[in-house]
C-alpha cells in the first residue's frame, strides 16, 4: 500500500478483522490504544514507519469496503482542524461515499490529540453513521492514541 498526495486506490492486507456492521472495540486494560480493521491498520503501519515531524497536523482518510483487500487513501497536508468549517465539508464526504468503512489517521509530533483534534472527533461522531466511521487515530512515529479508545474508556469511567 502506498500514500500519496493525490487519491489512489490502494492494496492493502488481505481481509477484514471486522464483520460487517461492526465497529472494533479497545480492549479493556488498554485505553486509547486502536483496534482496527487490517487495512487501517496497515495504513496506521506506514504512516507511522515514515513518520516526519513536519506533517504535524497532516490527516489521512482511509476508505474501504468489507471484505475487500483495496481502498481509497486521501491526504490533506496542513493543519485540518483549525480550518473554519474543515469538519462539516469532512462530514460531507465521508456521507456523501458509499463505502463500508472510513478510517482517520492524524499525524502529531506528541502523539496526543491536541483539543481541536477531539473537537473534530466530537464533531464527526455527531454527523457521520458510527458503524462508517471506525476511528480516529492520533499518531507519531511510535504512539498511537485512539479517539474512539478514548470514549470507551470516558464511558467506562462514567459507569463507575
Do not use: Y
Given at each position: ?17 471486522t464483520?460487517?456492521g461492526s ?19 496497515s495504513?496506521?503501519a ?8 513536519r ?11 468489507d471484505?475487500?483487500?483495496r481502498g481509497?487513501?486521501e ?20 456521507n ?19 483539543e ?9 461522531r455527531s ?24 470514549d ?9
Amino acid at each position: 500500500m502506498s500514500v500519496s498526495r493525490a487519491t489512489s486506490t490502494v492494496e492493502v492486507c488481505p481481509g477484514l478483522s471486522t464483520a460487517r456492521g461492526s465497529v472494533p472495540q479497545t480492549p479493556l486494560g488498554k485505553p486509547h490504544t486502536p483496534v482496527m480493521p487490517a487495512p487501517a491498520e496497515s495504513l496506521l503501519a506506514i504512516l507511522q514507519d515514515h513518520f516526519r515531524p513536519r506533517e504535524d497536523g497532516w490527516l489521512w482518510i482511509a476508505f474501504f469496503d468489507d471484505g475487500d483487500d483495496r481502498g481509497v487513501v486521501e491526504q490533506i497536508e496542513g493543519s485540518m482542524s483549525a480550518e473554519p468549517g474543515a469538519a462539516q465539508g469532512l462530514a460531507t464526504v465521508i456521507n456523501g461515499v458509499s463505502i463500508d468503512r472510513v478510517f482517520l489517521a492524524l499525524c502529531r509530533t506528541a502523539g496526543r490529540p491536541q483539543e481541536a483534534d477531539r473537537e473534530l472527533w466530537r464533531f464527526l461522531r455527531s454527523e457521520v453513521d458510527t458503524e462508517k466511521l471506525v476511528d480516529l487515530v492520533v499518531f507519531n512515529g511510535h504512539e498511537t492514541w485512539s479517539m474512539r479508545g478514548e470514549d470507551l474508556t470516558a464511558q467506562r469511567a462514567a459507569l463507575g
